[in-house]
């Protein structure tokens, strides 16, 4: 009798077909995979660096204008969702700071000890390998030699011409993980004077970096002289002296998520009590007469927390939905991390004398009335302006830099659109629709964008007054 073999050619095929599937699955898992995973890590990496430069840029404006500020960081990153593949956990990443160390600045009779501490971000890769990056007294560099590799100077010493420019960090601090995190910088409010020193100044710095680097940074100032530098083999952490008249030397202290615990030169005075001219020239108006705050139809109301030196720093979005006139007055500065809004409000004005710092979208819609926003220091935004359905006036002052890391929209104002901007403009985009008057731009700043939507220009002297 013949035997039915019939089902036996289908049945070696899918056994076939079956076993090509889970080769090319294991390839795709073995190789595809890996190299996917690198180049989300590769893009986390390149997007780090960019935010720990924003970082170190937080913590000198900060220590120079005496104005509190905050900065982010994304720790970690997630790996493109998979059906059937596996990936490898999502990479974690770690921004500490580290032990103290001490900063020695010594004239002739007198000595002044400050601490100051290292800041470090490591990630926590799977795919690629990567060193730290570490911030030491305004220096920015990713250091791989645990990896045979060497140090590359990602922002170099601040130098202004010979005056050696220190940016000391304290206060411990730590954050682990993948979402990104709010770094809080303070400046100090107890001032040092170093003029107290007489004579050549010998200044003692810890530093991770070793000699060469340091002799090629100061080759080019001829007032500032190596004296020593000790290599402390038992430790990472050696220690640089350098020489320099009393003049050639600043020093400025930054606290993270909190006020400096030493005392420093630098800008000290916030002028937290309100009324005091800013040294951009911007002061608290005449209506803030209780101080920093929040002011419902001209009466003090406050729901947020200023601290003692007009300073409002919040993860929180403000925002404000009531049938109502809001200023928001600032003796220091304001950082939100969550944003502003304002809908169907009426008249709104905003007034800080130090800088304004938003991690999202800034947003006045429907407002019955004008919107003022006026600034003494840098005004830098990580998302949108969008101003839209304003019944009068839109007026944008500051007497310092405005930068938008996204567009800036206006559309349907009954009025005129004034702006004003003292310093460098930073913006992707303008799109302007619906002015009812005319677009004014006021001195002789380059608008960048804003110069297509230009119809006069005027002196700064005639920026209509609040």
């Known amino acids: 009798m013949l035997e039915d073999t ?3 050619a289908p049945l070696v095929g899918f056994i076939l077909l079956f076993g090509i599937l889970i080769i090319a699955f294991a390839g795709y898992q ?5 190299q996917q995973n690198a180049e989300t890590e590769f893009d986390h990496f390149q997007q780090n660096q960019n935010e720990l430069i924003e970082l170190r840029s937080s913590v000198l404006s900060t220590g120079e204008s ?5 900065s982010t960081v994304v720790l970690g990153t997630n790996y493109q969702e998979r059906i059937f593949a596996v990936n490898a956990p999502p990479p974690e990443g770690v921004i500490q700071t580290s032990e103290p160390y001490e900063i020695t600045i010594s004239g002739s009779e007198e000595e002044i000890v400050v601490e100051t501490r290292f800041l470090e971000y490591r990630p926590a890769y799977n795919e ?3 060193g730290s990056t570490w911030y030491e007294t305004s220096i920015l560099y990713l250091d791989e030699r645990d990896l045979d590799g060497g140090v590359s100077i990602i922002e170099g010493q601040e130098i202004g011409g010979d005056t050696l420019q220190i940016f000391v960090l304290q206060n411990q601090y730590q954050q682990s993980g993948l979402d990104r995190v709010t770094v809080e910088l303070y400046p100090t409010n107890n001032e040092i004077d170093l003029s ?9 710095l810890p530093t991770r970096l070793d000699e060469d680097h340091w002799e090629g940074q100061l080759e080019d100032s001829s007032a500032i002289d190596i004296v020593e530098f000790e290599d402390d083999e038992s430790d990472e952490v050696n220690n640089l002296t350098v020489s320099a008249d009393r003049e050639n030397v600043e020093l400025n202290t930054v606290g993270l998520g909190g006020e400096p615990n030493d005392r420093a030169g630098g800008n000290t005075d916030p002028h937290g009590d309100g009324g005091d001219d800013d040294e951009n020239g911007l002061s608290l108006p005449s209506e803030a007469d209780e101080g ?3 002011y419902e139809n001209d009466n003090f109301r406050t729901d947020a927390e200023w601290d003692e030196d007009g300073n409002l720093i919040t993860s929180d979005e403000l925002e404000y939905e009531e049938s109502r006139a809001i200023s928001l007055f600032s003796a220091g500065s304001v ?8 809908d169907e409000t009426e008249d709104i004005w905003i007034s800080t004398v130090g800088d304004f710092t938003a991690s999202d979208d800034i947003e006045f819609d429907h407002i019955e009335g004008e919107v003022r926003f006026e600034t003494g220091g840098p005004v830098s935004v990580f998302d949108d302006i969008e101003i839209e359905a304003i019944s009068d006036d839109v007026l944008l002052y500051t007497e310092s830099s405005f930068t938008i890391d996204g567009d800036l929209e206006i559309d349907d104002v009954g009025g005129d659109v004034h702006i004003y901007v003292g310093g460098e403009v930073d913006i992707d985009d303008a799109e302007f ?3 009812d008057g005319e677009v004014i731009l006021y001195g002789d700043t380059d608008y960048g964008p804003l110069e297509e939507e230009n119809d006069d220009e005027r002196d700064v002297d005639q920026f209509p007054e609040s």
């Open 292 to 294: 920093s705050g929040e």
């Open 6 to 8: 019939r089902a036996v």
């Open 30 to 34: 073995v190789e595809v995979v890996p």
């Open 66 to 70: 005496g104005f509190s500020r905050f």
């Open 433 to 435: 629709d619906e002015i």
């Open 128 to 130: 690629i390998n990567t």
């Open 335 to 342: 950082a939100s991390e969550g944003g502003l809004e304002f």
């Open 196 to 204: 107290d020193l007489e004579g050549q100044l010998d200044v003692t």
